[in-house]
């Protein structure tokens, strides 16, 4: 797959057409998925133009990377076409399972919005102690979110003595 390096201008040169010609062009490209934007503000638009579709980033590494201050470089290409959540990565870092992994996806508990789905997914994966684990090693060495008092395995066994 080969990338083009463009602004709107040098675009417009490069296939002699106007400035708003080129912007309506590029526009078209991004919304095949083939042209990505980075830049502006202050700076220039740089649109990086490829004649395949360029893939998105949303599988885990995209994920973790946007979450934890720990970044990770990809081992894999990992591309999701579903909903891709929290705690799918969770669940996809346990079974990774090497250490700078781990510890990247412990700063995932901070932003759990389902922990049913959590839980559900890591007994489909016979991995619930695994999460308990982690999540009590998060607790440790950061603040997390607390645990629901119905998923808490420690104050369940506890009430029932």
Do not use: C
């Not at 973790?64 to 870092?93: C, M, R």
Request: proline share 3%; aromatic share 8%.
């Amino acid at each position: 797959m080969s990338f083009e390096k463009h602004t709107v201008e040098t675009f417009a040169k490069k296939h002699d057409i106007t400035r708003q010609s080129a912007i309506n062009k590029l526009s078209k490209l991004k919304k095949q998925g083939k042209a990505i934007v980075s830049g502006g503000g202050k700076q220039k638009r740089i649109y990086t133009i490829s004649n395949k579709p360029i893939p998105k980033e949303n599988g885990f590494y995209a994920l973790v990377n946007k979450h934890s201050p720990e970044k990770l470089t990809p081992k894999f290409t990992h591309q999701v076409n579903k909903n891709y959540t929290i705690e799918h990565a969770i669940i996809d870092g346990i079974k990774i399972g090497d250490v700078r992994t781990l510890n990247a996806t412990k700063h995932l508990f901070n932003q759990i919005k389902n922990w049913k789905r959590l839980f559900d997914l890591a007994k489909e994966n016979n991995i619930k102690k695994e999460v308990y684990d982690l999540y009590s090693q998060a607790k440790k060495e950061m603040k997390v979110k607390k645990i629901p008092e119905k998923y808490d395995k420690h104050k369940r066994s506890k009430s029932t003595i």
